[in-house]
């Protein structure tokens, strides 16, 4: 099993930034896939940024491109979410999750097997 874990959240200023982390444990040598999704009160669940590990490909949402960076420590099997010029509409829990395998549709939550409990951003105007 992978257990995953956010961390880095809090409640900012919008235009303020925040840099999110998702750290692995258990059996992580096998991560392949990994990614950041949000989910606002009353929205579904939205896709990010997502690495795959295998062949070093970064795969941004266009609505987030510019904005939000996704980068990785593979040494302590971490993935990192930079959020700069935070607005309110940024407010959310975010996730990060993984998947033993080379996914594809990197950007479909179903792709994923393992998700971590959230961290909540909130972003005042």
């Known amino acids: 099993q992978v257990q995953l874990a956010e961390s880095g959240g809090g409640s900012v200023q919008a235009g303020g930034s925040l840099r999110l982390s998702c750290a692995a444990s258990g059996r992580t040598f096998s991560i392949l896939s990994m990614g950041w999704f949000r989910q606002a009160p009353g929205k579904e669940r939205e896709f990010l940024a997502a690495i795959r590990w295998s062949d070093d490909y970064i795969y941004y949402a266009d609505s987030v491109k510019g904005r939000f960076f996704i980068s990785r420590d593979n040494a302590k099997t971490t993935v990192y979410l930079q959020i700069n010029s935070l607005k309110p509409e940024d407010t959310a829990v975010y996730y990060c999750?993984?998947?033993?395998?080379?996914?594809?549709?990197?950007?479909?939550?179903?792709?994923?097997?393992?998700w971590g409990q959230g961290t909540q951003v909130t972003v005042s105007s």
């Open positions: 999750a993984a998947h033993p395998t080379p996914v594809v549709r990197l950007g479909v939550a179903s792709s994923y097997a393992y």
